[in-house]
């Protein structure tokens, strides 16, 4: 098989020739750039620059030569753009390591903080010294009230949040006729280019840009105190998303395998929300634009990017569409692989649960790390079904020897 053959197969749930391999195809199966400088040393590539394609996360891009080191079958959609040295400009990671980051970005260093800005000046988050991401600090709709609000002016208001206003390759460019062209072109490229399975990111979050925009306990407390308000909230979100998606599926769905929507719905102890609340607030929005994408694209995987211990609501999501679920955090209440893998193995593709980032990968020895790789591997491999990924990017302070013995011990 080659590596859009093994990909499909996982997804198909068949079992492919050996477990398909993600890493850095999205933004939670990535590497923080500072360890990523690190692992390269360690393997001795000293070529190439580091490139920091998610500022937020401080995410680099994984090179070809990595890839092929790990053998890693997918890649991001993104990679199709920004491809000329113009496209990035001089930045230094908080350890001092020298990077590149996108032209694009608005970026300002006060004294020893960094902060990111919206186009026109705003402060939209901040990079305190010694930290190693950045914080949102601007909420555009933190004092305004719901239940006077008609939503109109969503796309405004992406402008401002840290999420939505900080873009990354391929998401910087507009949904214009002539940007549709460009996203075309770079992705009929980039599916020339390799056999690996194209992952593309559209995001379509439901539960999270509320959060973003209001303030993650404003927005919570808004869906008590203002139920109908969040119900119009959501469908005004999904009325503003169908067109873009439309557009966006129209020039690079034929180029890609995979298309990822995000919204985190749980936490270390379980869902944030209640399955009920779910079906509300979320459900049926959800549901309407993953069957909008199989009307346009019907060979696309639907990917959820959710966190947390979710498990009480796989059966609705599953129903709304989803064929896919990532980081699956094994860690969390409810998320016991064995479990996972027998209630919902049939239906639901698991893309990650394949090693511990909490406590194992930058805690534990190269041998404790490949144990835990080698048991959970031996539960969610067997007739398909799973991608392996760690379980969330790795961060800045993970021993290369770590990821090394995590991604030899997936391809014994």
């Known amino acids: 098989m ?10 198909d749930h068949q079992q492919p020739d050996r477990v398909p391999i993600d890493f850095g195809s999205h933004r939670s199966s990535g590497i923080a750039a500072i360890a990523y400088a690190k692992l390269k040393k360690a393997l001795g590539i000293s070529s190439g620059e580091i490139y920091v394609y998610d500022m937020v996360q401080q995410l680099a891009i994984v090179e070809p030569e990595i890839l092929d080191y790990v053998g890693s079958d997918v890649v991001e959609l993104g990679r199709g753009f920004m491809l000329e040295d113009q496209d990035w400009k001089d930045w230094v990671l908080p350890d001092g390591t020298a990077c590149k980051i996108p032209s694009f970005i608005n970026i300002e260093k006060r004294g020893r903080d960094s902060y990111l800005l919206s186009d026109d000046g705003i402060d939209l988050a901040i990079q305190k010294e010694s930290c190693m991401f950045f914080e949102q600090i601007h909420w555009p709709w933190l004092e305004e009230n719901p239940e006077e609000q008609d939503f109109s002016d969503l796309e405004q208001a992406f402008k ?11 998401g910087h460019i507009p949904l214009t006729d002539e940007g549709c062209q460009q996203l075309a072109e770079g992705a ?13 990111i559209f995001g379509g979050n439901l539960f999270e840009v509320p959060q973003f925009l209001y303030r993650m ?19 005004a979100l999904c009325d503003f ?12 769905g034929p180029y890609i395998d995979v298309i990822l929507f995000g919204d985190d719905l749980g936490g270390q102890t379980g869902p944030m929300i209640s399955p ?16 909008r994408t199989k009307e346009l694209a019907p060979h696309l995987s639907i990917n959820l990017h959710s966190c947390g211990g979710i498990e009480p609501l796989l059966d609705d999501l599953i129903e709304a569409g989803l064929d896919s679920i990532n980081p699956v955090q094994v860690t969390c209440r409810g998320m ?3 479990q996972l893998k027998r209630d919902y193995g049939e239906r639901l593709t698991f893309w990650g649960g394949g090693c511990d980032t909490q406590r194992i990968l930058p805690l534990g020895t190269p041998d404790q790390v490949r144990e835990n790789v080698r048991q959970l591997v031996s539960v969610w491999a067997p007739g398909g079904g799973f991608v392996f990924q760690q379980i969330h990017n ?18 014994e």
Not at 241 to 252: C, D, I, N, T
Not at 276 to 291: D, G, L, T
Request: glycine residues 6%; charged residues 25%; proline residues 6%.
């Open 217 to 235: 306990d404003t927005y919570l407390r808004h869906m008590g105190y203002h139920p109908e308000a969040c119900e119009r909230l959501s469908e």
């Open 394 to 411: 790795i961060l800045s302070e993970v021993a290369p020897e770590n990821i090394i013995a995590m991604f030899e011990a997936v391809r």
């Open 160 to 170: 401002y949040t840290m999420w939505t206003g900080i873009p990354a390759p391929g």
């Open 188 to 200: 009929r490229t980039l599916r020339g280019s390799t056999d690996r399975a194209i992952l593309g």
């Open 241 to 252: 998303y169908m067109p873009r998606l439309e557009k966006w599926l129209g020039a690079v």
């Open 2 to 11: 080659n590596s859009r053959e093994r990909i499909k197969s996982a997804l």
């Open 276 to 291: 009920k609340m779910y079906r509300r607030y979320y459900k049926s929005w959800h549901a309407k634009m993953w069957q």
């Open 336 to 338: 016991d692989p064995a």
